[in-house]
């Protein structure tokens, strides 16, 4: 007979009925304590695949078996919205490169420009290996991090070292040259109607100390850097946004909750119940935006697949407010027309609350990022 080591009570499963001290402390081996931290946070076992595959092709049935007490069947709401978010946002920081290893092209002897003994021969030879540069952009898959960025810096490099050969060639200094496609599109920071400036123009706080207005200044340049880095490789800009979804998702949760509250007010349901539903559809959006992660990496790694990747990527994208409003209509049991107006009521509030949350996120990102 087994007896809890605390109070000496016959033990009649995990946890002892009398003082309800559990069974296993954690003086045990480390894989067993693994195992019933992913079992009790993550709930991953037989229930998973079970709930996965409805949660993505069923728009409701999952709220609807939770509210009809079918319950133990399914992972629980809490625990599979915090799973997938978990997961997707790892998923997310994996695909997405946002640092400085993107490639860059370096230009080196070779390429006829240094050996050029008149201006033709050089501005041949530049145009030459422009073109072949600007071939290769625009022949470049979609979403490799950086790429683009180290063409155009080995465009400029070809275009600095052609003017440099050009003014040897006559007998002059060579006149600097600024990058191509930057001429308008330097990044503009105003303060006091001025351009803000670190030394002649920073912003400051009169009630701030002066370590702290140093710190604004910092985080200002900080981000007006990357945002010029985004500027010349675009695809930074899809990165942070889907980078940016699955944190703001959470935040969001409740007040999508809230919304869903005020608007079936006389449905006369528990604020939990709403709850029920915006973690399950939130849920939802974290699997499908963690599909669109995965289906990219793969388009990345396997270039021939970059068709029906992005086919069933654009499906995806269709599928998530077609879902959304097909869960509104079978949770709630209203007829279309009142479904479509909250649907689009909320609908409208909560993609304004997306995308101050997502740019916020973003902003965040690329001060501090």
Not at 246 to 266: D, R
């Amino acid at each position: 007979m087994t007896t809890c080591q605390n109070c000496g009570t016959e033990l009649l499963g995990p946890h002892c009925y009398k003082c309800g001290q559990p069974v296993h402390g954690l003086v045990r081996h480390f894989g067993s304590i693994i195992g019933d931290f992913l079992d009790s946070v993550f709930d991953l076992d037989s229930r998973t695949p079970r709930t996965i595959w409805p949660l993505l092709a069923k728009p409701g049935y999952l709220t609807c078996e939770y509210f009809e007490g079918r319950r133990v069947r399914y992972v629980s709401p809490v625990r599979l919205f915090f799973f997938l978010s978990i997961v997707t946002f790892f998923v997310a920081q994996l695909a997405i490169q946002t640092g400085d290893g993107g490639s860059i092209v370096q230009v080196d002897g070779g390429d006829g420009i240094e050996e050029a003994t008149t201006v033709a021969e050089v501005e041949e030879a530049r145009d030459r290996i422009v073109g072949e540069l600007e071939q290769a952009r625009a022949e470049m898959p979609p979403g490799v991090p950086g790429a683009r960025a180290g063409i155009n810096a080995g465009i400029q490099e070809i275009r600095e070292k052609s003017e440099q050969r050009i003014a040897q060639l006559e007998g002059r200094d060579p006149e600097p040259v600024k990058p191509a496609g930057t001429d308008d599109d330097e990044v503009q920071v105003r303060f006091n109607a001025e351009p803000w400036d670190p030394v002649t123009n920073p912003v400051r706080v009169g009630w701030l100390p002066a370590f702290v207005n140093r710190w604004i200044n910092a985080q200002i340049a900080k981000g007006r850097d990357n945002v010029k880095e985004m500027q010349h490789d675009q695809d930074r800009l899809k990165d942070a946004v889907l980078g940016a979804l699955p944190s703001t998702l959470f935040i969001l949760l409740p007040l999508f909750a809230a919304m869903l509250k005020v608007a079936y007010l006389f449905k006369r349901r528990l604020y939990m119940e709403h709850l029920i539903v915006a973690l399950h559809s939130h849920a939802f959006l974290c699997l499908a935006v963690l599909l669109i992660l995965l289906l990219s990496m793969l388009g990345e790694a396997v270039p021939a697949l970059a068709t029906p990747v992005g086919w069933a990527e654009g499906l995806l994208f269709l599928w998530m407010p077609l879902y959304l409003l097909l869960m509104q209509k079978r949770v709630y049991g209203q007829g279309w027309i009142m479904t479509l107006l909250k649907y689009l009521t909320i609908g409208i509030c909560y993609i304004i609350l997306l995308s101050f949350g997502v740019a916020g996120t973003i902003l965040a990102s690329l001060v501090w990022g």
